[in-house]
């Protein structure tokens, strides 16, 4: 079980350097190739002294990380409201079918919408605090989510849920014993998958409904053009969300072991 532990923190580890790497190298030949006026455009270099070597860097640090924890906190609100309301809903669609066919082309409509065409009328419904908060990232996050944790409990063995119903179980019966455990691998590629949702619906929170966060001081500092606090601010959002994604890559893949799944590639 430690090696496991090792070996997973070990790729995990290699996954996020990779992917620090990947992103370093785009952000500077986008820069180079599109030739960005060094007043807009700032490299790993100035973000790095904004943080770290000017004469106000542990100023700048302390409200970049204040607002990276409002985000965050943001961030899980939506991300809790759209996987719990993706399951349930999941659930609800693979035992009642007919309750598919009537909300399917609802929530398909729904999210033909876009976000910020909604948000209005989400601010008048739930005001601009944190329900308004939760309601934004849980529809950004709950789409993409409940179609892929739908596929993973329709992935259940056709035998053992003949099983279930020769002995006399129900359809919930089925839901709990089978599909939920067989679709662990889908739960938790779901979860992946809303991590950058459930933070994208925060900033886009902040920016509409509550005027915190870093969503709201990205705004801010644009209207300022203080260019070295809008890019300070998306890489460390950037950073954070790759972190947690690698993190739940961790979980899964330490659970999908001890469950007896094989962690899909």
Avoid: C
């Avoid at 729904?110 to 976000?115: K, Y």
């Avoid at 709950?142 to 035998?159: D, I, K, N």
């Avoid at 839901?175 to 809303?194: D, E, G, I, Y």
């Avoid at 690698?246 to 979980?251: A, F, I, P, R």
Wanted: aromatic content about 8%; cysteine-free.
């Amino acid at each position: 079980m430690t090696g496991s532990l090792l070996r997973g923190l070990g790729r995990g580890l290699i996954g996020l350097v990779v992917s620090l790497g990947v992103v370093l190298l785009l952000w500077m030949g986008l820069l180079e190739l599109f030739h960005i006026s060094p007043f807009v455009g700032k490299g790993p270099v100035d973000v790095f002294n904004f943080l770290f070597t000017v004469p106000a860097s542990e100023a700048n640090r302390t409200s970049i990380f204040l607002n990276l924890g409002q985000t965050l906190i943001d961030a899980s609100m939506g991300f809790a409201s759209g996987i719990v309301g993706a399951v349930a809903i999941a659930a609800l669609f693979v035992v009642f079918r007919g309750v598919e066919h009537a909300l399917m082309p609802i929530a398909m409509l729904l999210r033909s919408v876009p976000l910020v065409a909604l948000a209005p009328i989400i601010i008048l419904i739930f005001g601009r605090q944190e329900p308004a908060v939760a309601a934004i990232g849980g529809i950004v996050v709950l789409f993409p989510a409940l179609v892929t944790v739908v596929f993973g409990l329709r992935s259940a063995s056709p035998a053992m849920l003949e099983v279930i119903e020769v002995y006399g179980g129900s359809r919930w019966t089925s839901l709990l014993k089978v599909a939920l455990p067989s679709s662990l691998p889908a739960f938790f590629t779901a979860l992946r998958v809303s991590i950058p949702g459930a933070i994208t619906g925060a900033l886009l929170a902040e920016w509409l409904a509550t005027g915190k966060g870093i969503g709201y001081a990205i705004i801010s500092a644009v209207s300022r053009a203080k260019n070295n606090e809008v890019w300070a601010a998306v890489v460390v959002i950037t950073l954070a969300s790759l972190i947690l994604y690698s993190l739940v890559s961790l979980l899964e893949d330490m659970v999908l072991r001890r469950a007896g799944h094989a962690r899909p590639s």
